[in-house]
Structures are given as structure tokens and as C-alpha cells.
């Protein structure tokens, strides 16, 4: 005998659906927060009462409140009631005739999917109170739930546990005033299952700041979060200095990285509604670059944008110093479809992309999720990317999925990382004095290359025309190949751009002809301008002026010593104390010191060595002095200059001043260093010169006493960094030790000379 049978359906689903399905509580209220924007809310409240350890004998609660459209008895009872059943399924079978254009005007694309969210109460909390009603409602409609009922037989049915519903005309929730409750739904979960502290309720707050696209809010998406938790506004005040992304009450608030004003190497690539075009846009630093159109081959990719950001170091400390967090701990690439935020893509450890991993098979080639933010945003009827039931668990793995992998690391990553690594490394310290005809010549070589990859034959390139600079510079190397490079480019671009480039290709070709002739000149006055070099590049033969010169120098200073010695045996026949006495082994000190400068560029001198002072350019002197003759001594130090360029005009004593670089470098040879960074800035008339090093720094302790006479943290006499600061003091200078580790300098000690 034939016999239909039925699925019985245990209680214990419930735990399936909820508990098991939703493991996390940042989830569980992020899918709460869901349902009041599928509700058509255009803000949703999260309430946190008596969490803290004192207030808990009061009872913890969370409260979600939203101004949606509420549901009417039918809604709780053949909707909310109705397990597995999705409002947004029914939503997506409305007639194909109805564009989508016209579903999104009637209403916003839902972002639940399974019918499961409602579960979410259960993650939280073991009672559930409910109140909600829509404009047409009377009365408020009112649920009350103990989820612990379906827990305690399993065999019984999970439609035989029943709800107590009834209606009402007040909402009573303690600590917590309900006014002129029109329409929407609130939610009072009790009986917390877990403990919510201050890091867990900024960790909420994180969360929800990623769950709408920043791009869409205040264009197509009203909608507002608001986090409270009264027990932490003391907290909050004491924080406030700190950044937003640390205070726990009030709006929660994305950021949109593009207005940060961070200026960096972005990519912007989009597919069109209908899928057929792919349009790239590559931007340095707020500079258009170029852009590319070509035929899109991912057949169940559409209606999608991606924004892709580059961290060069700069961007990781401007966002750090902006958001209060360095970005790492933010986040990298976050999906979202239609506006709302699909986990765990950008989370912290994430590596949906496979990015890192991609990373170690090429380090130096390759960019990780730590040195990108961006966000990849699905538009539309997208019925390749749906959630999996467990909420931290990504989309379903489609074919579509998999191919919007292999489109952003081939039409997106590689772009930026060819730009940014292959070609133009602006932010390697060792580059940092790349000059525009440098960097216009290479962005042109980058273009070409980068867009030879696309194999579409009717693609369309736009670029930078300013990059085109780089024809009205005589200098530039490597002619033909640029020459070859853009001609590549021209044809495909607009018949308007055409024309412009062969102009200066053109242009170009002529400026050659009298290339040498100018480049003859050049060279004269090159050699004219060296002759006012402070030091030669090589030392002159050992003349006899030279010998008179060397000569005179010695004999004044051996002289001087000679008159200190005698001071001396006059204080000691006087009975005087060591006090007395060494101020004038300081002196002595200083003169040997004036004899070993001199013995080392007298015979590289281009200035009178026996004229006590000179009126030269300072910073022409210590560049020179550091360049011919320091680095002749001691060639274990690599000196880099920053700003050498610029002029100081002043009368100065060449020896003082070899002096005190003399013990600034002997300094850094003693704490180990190996290269050194000398920067030179003008302000306010003033030259101020930094010089920093790599060496071991100077510790916290030392910090206080290192211009005092006798202390040493190295194996010296504590008497040169003294001797430095009494000489620029003797001439209105001043020194100062101003920390370790100083920004775009070496990671060692940074001392600042001013001279007036």
C-alpha cells in the first residue's frame, strides 16, 4: 500500500539555524542590523543596559530599535514565524517586465537572504521580547520568546513550542522611555549569554562601521547605526582625544578612504550593467595617469566597481594619524553587494584573494593586503554571489566567484603593482630625488606596457598629457625608446589626442638637431660652475705654497699649545685644583684637533688656508667637506643629503665648523653606525642641519647629559659633543639632541645644529 509520509521537524533546529549557524555575537547583531535596513529603517539604535559587573543583578539587556516599517499580526505570524522563509525571494520573482530601475524606486535591495536573521536574538540572549507595529496598526503588536523552551525535549516538534503573543498600547522596557512609537520594531534581548566589556563593544562598533558601503551612503542608502552604552560615556569623555574609531557611543560612521586626503597610487575598474565593457582608471597621488576601455571576457561578471589603494608608508602614517589605528588593523579589501557588507572579505587575517600567499612566492613583486585598502562593490541582481548560511563564511563558491577573483588580480592588482613596484618605486628612500622627466618617462614606459597586455583590438586609452613634458626636455636619455613607447600608445587613443602627440613627437625630433650644439654649452658652463667648488676633487701636487701654507698653520697653532702648556705649569706651581686646570686641556684638545683638519684638506683646498674666516656658502662647505674629505678618512659610512641645494651665504671658520662635523661623525662611527643622512633647511634666516645616523641611538637616560663635559655612554673622552656645543654657542649656533627614529631620517640618534 502506498503511503505519502512527512518530515518531522525536532525543536533541536533551532540551535542549527541559530547558535551553530551564527557562532559569532558581532554577527548576530550585524544580521539584526540587516533586518531593520530590509525593513526600510532609516536608523536602527543598539542599546546596551547594566553590562558592567556592578549593574549586572539589574539585569543586562540589548535593545535594537528601528523606525522601519514595522509588521502587522500577518507579518509576525506567516513571515517572522515562518522559519527559513525570505521576504527578499519573493521581492527578486517580481516580472521580469519590471526593470531594475523600477524595483530599486519601489524599494531598496534587501540585504537578507535566507530567512535565518531572526536567529540571531537566540545567539544573544535567552529571552526575546518584541514590539512592533506598521502605519496601518492600531495597536502594538507584542512577542515574547524563551528560547530555552526548544531546548529542553528534542523530540518534541519545533511548531509545537509556542509564542505568546498578544497586543498592547505600551512598550514597558525599564531604564528605557519609548515616545510617540509610530511604526517599526523593537527588540529587547535578556538573559545575555555572554559578557559585552568595553574592547568587545569597540570591536562592535568596527564592525558595524564596515557594513554599508561607504561610497553609497547619503547617494543611495539613508540609513543610520547608532551604538549606546551610558555605563561607558565616562570612558568615552577621557577618550576623545584619541580618534572616533575608540569611542564607543554615538553614529557609527564608515570611512570613505578617498577623502581621507591621502594622497597615493589608486585604481578605480568597473564593469558595465550589461557586462560587455571594462573600464580601468589609474590615479597617482590626486593625478590622473591614464585610463583604458576594453571588451570584458568574464562572462558572469557585471554591474561591478572596484577602488584599490595603494599604503605607501606615507599613507599607512596619515591614516594611522587620522583614524587613530594604522590600517592593518582596519582592514584591506572589503566586499560588498548591494551596499551591504559580505564577511569575512577585509577582515583582519583575511585572505580571501590569496594575496598573501601570493606574496612569498615573490616578495619584491608582489603587494600584500597589509600595503592595500579598497573594496569591491557587486551592484544589482547579482545571483552569482549569494551568502552561505553561516554569516562569516564568504559567498557560495559559483563559477562567477571564482572568476571575480582571477578579474581583480589580473585587470586591477597587476596594474597597480606594475606601476608602483615594476616601474616607477617612488617610495624607496633610495629614489626619493627622482626627477619629473624621470618619472613622466617612465609612467610613459609603464603605459605602454601596461596596456600592450590588453588583447582587446579595439581598445580605447586616454593618458595624461602633461606626461608628454618630457619631449621639451633636451636632457632626456634614451630617446628612440620613449619616442617608440608613445607611438605604441597613439594608436589607440582619441583621434583628438592623435594629433596632439604627433605634434610633439614631431617637436621632439626637431629639438635633437641642436641637441649637441646646446649640449657643448652645457658642458662649459658646468665647468665654469665647478671652479667654484670649496674643495677639488683632487688634491693638488705638494708645491711649495702649499708646504708655506700647511707650514704657517702648524706654527700658529703649535704656538698656541704651547702658551696653554704653560698656563697650566703656572697653575700648578699655584697650587690650583683640577677644576682650573681642565678648561685648559680642553683648549690643547682643540688646537690638536685644527692640526689634524688641517693636514687633511689643505692640499684639497680652494680658499686661502691661512685666512682665519671665510664668506662662503655654508652648505656648499659641510656637503663638500663631508663628500672629499671626511669620506676619504672613514669610507665605512654612506652619507645621503636631503635639500643640499639650497644656499647659505655667510662668514664663517672653516676649521669650527670641520670641527664639529668631526665629532658628530666620531660619534656615530662609536654607536656603530654605517650610514648617515644630513638634511638642510632655511627657516626664518636660520640654517638648521639635521644629522642623523643609524647606530644605536641615544637612551632616554643619556638624553639630559650628553653635552656635558666627561660623559661618555662609548668608549671616548666626553669631551666632543661638549667641545661642539661650546664652539657654536661662541658664535650665537645652538645644538640639540632632538630623538631617535626621526621621520624620512636614519633610525638612530638625530641631532639639529642651527646656525644663525
Known amino acids: 500500500m502506498a503511503e505519502e509520509l512527512e518530515f518531522k521537524i525536532s525543536s533541536g533546529l533551532k540551535n542549527i539555524i541559530g547558535k551553530e549557524l551564527i557562532t559569532d555575537d558581532l554577527i548576530a547583531i ?63 520573482k517580481l516580472p521580469e517586465k519590471i526593470d531594475f530601475r523600477t524595483k530599486i524606486q519601489k524599494r531598496r535591495f534587501l540585504a537578507g537572504a535566507k530567512g535565518i536573521g531572526r536567529f540571531s536574538c537566540d545567539r544573544l540572549g535567552g529571552e526575546l521580547k518584541l514590539f512592533t507595529k506598521n502605519e496601518s496598526d492600531i495597536h502594538i503588536n507584542y512577542l515574547y520568546m524563551d528560547w530555552n523552551k526548544f531546548e529542553e525535549d528534542p523530540k518534541k516538534e519545533f511548531k509545537t513550542i509556542a509564542v505568546n503573543y498578544s497586543i498592547t498600547d505600551k512598550i514597558e522596557i525599564n531604564d528605557y522611555e519609548i515616545n510617540n512609537f509610530r511604526k517599526g520594531t523593537i527588540l529587547e534581548i535578556s538573559t545575555l549569554h555572554d559578557d559585552w566589556d568595553s574592547k568587545k563593544l569597540i570591536k562592535l562598533k568596527r564592525h558595524l562601521q564596515r557594513l554599508i558601503n561607504p561610497s553609497q551612503v547619503d547617494e543611495t542608502i539613508d540609513f543610520e547605526i547608532y551604538l549606546e552604552a551610558k555605563e561607558y560615556l565616562e570612558e568615552d569623555k577621557s577618550n576623545q582625544d584619541k580618534g ?16 581621507l586626503g591621502i594622497k597615493t597610487t589608486q585604481i578605480n575598474c568597473s564593469i558595465d550593467e550589461n557586462g560587455d565593457k571594462i573600464f580601468t582608471e589609474l590615479i597617482d597621488k590626486g593625478k590622473f595617469i591614464f585610463s583604458i576601455e576594453e571588451r570584458n571576457e ?4 557585471k554591474n561591478i ?20 589605528l594604522p590600517p592593518v588593523q582596519y582592514g584591506s579589501i572589503f566586499l560588498y553587494k548591494n551596499g551591504f557588507r559580505i564577511h569575512p572579505f577585509g577582515d583582519i587575517g583575511d585572505d580571501s584573494f590569496g594575496l598573501d600567499r601570493r606574496k ?70 633610495e629614489l626619493q630625488e627622482k626627477t619629473q622627466e624621470k618619472i613622466n618617462e617612465d609612467s610613459l614606459r609603464l603605459i605602454d606596457q601596461i596596456t600592450g597586455q590588453v588583447k582587446d583590438p579595439e581598445k580605447k586609452i586616454q593618458f595624461n598629457e602633461d606626461l608628454l613634458e618630457i619631449f621639451k626636455k633636451k636632457q632626456v636619455e634614451k630617446i628612440p625608446e620613449i619616442i617608440k613607447n608613445v607611438e605604441s600608445i597613439k594608436k589607440f587613443v582619441p583621434e583628438q589626442q592623435k594629433k596632439y602627440i604627433g605634434t610633439q613627437i614631431k617637436a621632439f625630433r626637431n629639438a635633437r638637431k641642436i641637441e649637441e650644439k646646446d649640449k657643448k654649452q652645457t658642458e662649459e658652463e658646468l665647468k665654469a660652475t665647478k671652479k667654484t667648488s670649496l674643495f677639488l676633487n683632487k688634491a693638488v701636487s705638494v708645491d711649495k705654497d702649499v708646504l708655506i701654507n700647511l707650514n704657517h698653520s702648524i706654527k700658529i697653532t703649535t704656538f698656541a699649545i704651547d702658551k696653554i702648556i704653560d698656563k697650566i705649569n703656572q697653575k700648578i706651581k699655584e697650587g690650583k685644583n683640577l677644576a682650573d686646570i681642565l678648561p685648559l686641556i680642553d683648549e690643547i684638545n682643540l688646537e690638536n684637533q685644527k692640526i689634524r683638519i688641517l693636514s687633511s684638506y689643505v692640499s684639497m683646498a680652494s680658499f686661502d688656508t691661512k685666512v682665519e674666516s671665510i664668506k662662503k656658502d655654508l652648505v656648499l662647505y659641510i656637503k663638500e667637506y663631508l663628500d672629499k674629505i671626511l669620506s676619504v678618512r672613514d669610507k665605512s659610512l654612506k652619507i645621503r643629503f636631503f635639500n643640499e641645494n639650497i644656499e647659505f651665504n655667510k662668514k664663517f671658520k672653516p676649521l669650527e665648523i670641520s670641527i664639529i662635523l668631526d665629532n658628530l661623525i666620531d660619534n656615530s662611527r662609536k654607536a656603530g653606525a654605517t650610514s648617515l643622512s644630513i638634511k638642510f633647511d632655511n627657516l626664518n634666516n636660520d640654517l638648521h642641519v639635521f644629522i642623523s645616523d ?42 640639540k639632541f632632538i630623538g631617535n627614529n626621526i621621520k624620512d631620517l636614519e633610525k638612530g640618534a638625530c641631532f639639529e645644529v642651527v646656525l644663525k
Open 694 to 735: 643609524n647606530g644605536g641611538g641615544v637612551s632616554d637616560d643619556a638624553k639630559n647629559y650628553i653635552f656635558n663635559r666627561g660623559y661618555t655612554t662609548t668608549d671616548g673622552s666626553g669631551i666632543g659633543l661638549y667641545h661642539v656645543k661650546k664652539i657654536l654657542e661662541s658664535f650665537g649656533g645652538d645644538i
Open 244 to 259: 572616533e574609531l575608540i569611542l564607543i557611543n554615538g553614529v557609527v560612521k564608515n570611512i570613505i578612504f578617498e577623502k
Open 30 to 92: 550585524f544580521e539584526l542590523v540587516k533586518n531593520s535596513y530590509d525593513a526600510n529603517a532609516k536608523s536602527v539604535k543598539i542599546i546596551f543596559q547594566n553590562i558592567k559587573e556592578e549593574n549586572k543583578n539589574k539585569g543586562s539587556k540589548i535593545l535594537i530599535i528601528d523606525d522601519g516599517d514595522g509588521m502587522s499580526y500577518d507579518d509576525i505570524k506567516n513571515k517572522w514565524l515562518f522559519v527559513g522563509y525570505s521576504e527578499k525571494k519573493d521581492y527578486e
Open 305 to 324: 566597481n572596484i577602488k584599490l589603494f595603494h599604503l605607501n608608508q606615507e599613507a599607512k602614517f596619515t591614516f594611522s594619524r587620522i583614524m587613530g
Open 298 to 301: 568574464f562572462k558572469f561578471l
Open 360 to 429: 612569498l612566492q615573490g616578495h619584491a613583486r608582489f603587494l600584500a593586503n597589509r600595503e592595500l585598502m579598497g573594496r569591491i562593490e557587486l551592484n544589482g541582481d547579482q545571483p552569482e554571489f549569494n551568502e552561505v548560511s553561516s554569516r562569516d563564511a564568504g559567498v557560495i563558491k559559483t563559477q562567477g566567484y571564482y572568476q571575480l577573483i582571477d578579474f581583480f588580480i589580473k585587470k586591477v592588482l597587476r596594474k597597480l603593482e606594475r606601476y608602483v613596484i615594476e616601474g616607477l618605486d617612488w617610495d624607496n628612500p
